[in-house]
């Protein structure tokens, strides 16, 4: 049945109840409308990605791309990170709510090159329409690790990080049932996170750290039970292994797991969008870009810049990215803008 929407006093008595006490406080904007439809919708890895990574193959620096929709997203998005489409009526961002901002040490302390700065993880759902369902926040204030990554769902639950807002700090895995938004930690880890994505094949989730210049993997089998039902105190055993990304293209900021793909020998491929700086200061262009990548080698199996900019100037790419097959066509749905944001929906001609 449909997840009953009350108020957020009586979400966190229930939550409290529970054996691992979740920060969420969710603020709910439409009453009685679920968060998420039910049934869920297939993963991509079990429905459209091999439809995907098909019609990727046809993009090119050349690509046409046609704009089918422009949509507002009500209220304060803040940063948006990553977004989930559960079907055609529903988004769920994950976006960084930034109070304090960090401040450049001008040098190295401690291994990273600023200060803590403050703020909130989010997941905000959205209708079809771009009207606001509710907006979870999903830490704690004071909490040193606040900033929201990429998602990724895999058919049953969403999959993020919570990380400091600077590099080579420290992160945790969560999940989340997309109907309660409620996240559970799975792992904790001596290093930024940002985007990830779940295998369920094979059990394995990889995550990217700052500037997805290293991509880690754990096997879920391997994570201790008695660490996933306590707090992110203790750091979590080591990834099975941690791949360098040989791809200077783009830096990966969303990615979506599309499955052990046939048109790659049975590879495990993620679609992943993000943008680069080329040069400093002024005079930096920012590239954007989408890429195949292969999640075990990080190889990269086709990339493809996107030059487009939204009414007010970011790169479509920029942090979150989603996708799908309309009439034999492939659409991405792109959130680039901070605060006031738009979902631009761009289909592939």
């Not at 009350?6 to 969420?24: C, G, M, N």
């Not at 988004?91 to 190295?108: C, L």
């Not at 904790?188 to 996170?193: A, G, R």
Request: net charge negative.
């Amino acid at each position: 049945m449909p997840f009953k929407h009350t108020t957020t006093a009586s979400i966190l008595l229930i939550l409290l109840s529970t054996s691992f006490v979740s920060a969420l406080n969710i603020t709910v904007y439409q009453a009685n409308v679920a968060f998420a439809p039910l049934p869920l919708p297939y993963s991509h890895a079990d429905s459209d990605g091999d439809d995907i990574i098909a019609l990727f193959q046809n993009l090119g620096r050349n690509t046409v791309w046609k704009s089918i929709a422009n949509i507002s997203f009500e209220g304060d998005t803040f940063e948006p990170e990553g977004i989930v489409r559960l079907g055609p009526d529903r988004y769920i961002v994950s976006a960084g709510q930034w109070t304090e901002p960090t401040v450049p040490y001008n040098a190295t302390i401690n291994g990273t090159d600023r200060s803590t700065g403050a703020g909130f993880s989010h997941l905000i759902v959205f209708d079809g329409e771009g009207s606001r369902i509710a907006d979870a926040t999903i830490t704690r204030r004071g909490d040193i690790e606040y900033h929201n990554g990429g998602i990724d769902f895999d058919g049953k639950y969403l999959w993020g990080t919570i990380a400091q807002y600077r590099p080579n700090s420290t992160a945790y895995v969560y999940k989340a049932r997309p109907e309660t938004l409620e996240p559970e930690p799975i792992l904790h880890y001596n290093d930024h996170l940002g985007g990830v994505v779940h295998d369920v094949q094979t059990d394995r989730i990889t995550a990217l750290n700052w500037g997805s210049r290293n991509a880690s993997t754990w096997d879920l089998d391997d994570i201790n039970d008695e660490y996933r039902a306590s707090s992110t105190s203790e750091y979590t055993e080591p990834p099975e292994k941690i791949v360098r990304n040989p791809s200077h293209f783009i830096d990966y900021q969303d990615c979506k797991f599309l499955g052990h793909s046939k048109h790659y020998q049975n590879r495990p491929v993620m679609l992943c969008g993000g943008i680069a700086a080329i040069g400093s200061g002024d005079d930096a262009f920012y590239l954007g870009g989408i890429a195949l990548v292969d999640v075990t080698t990080m190889l990269p199996l086709g990339e493809v810049p996107i030059a487009l900019r939204s009414a007010l100037g970011i790169p479509l790419t920029v942090n979150p990215i989603e996708a799908s097959v309309e009439n034999g066509k492939l659409r991405l749905y792109l959130l680039p803008d901070q605060n006031h944001s738009t979902l631009y929906i761009m289909e592939a001609q």
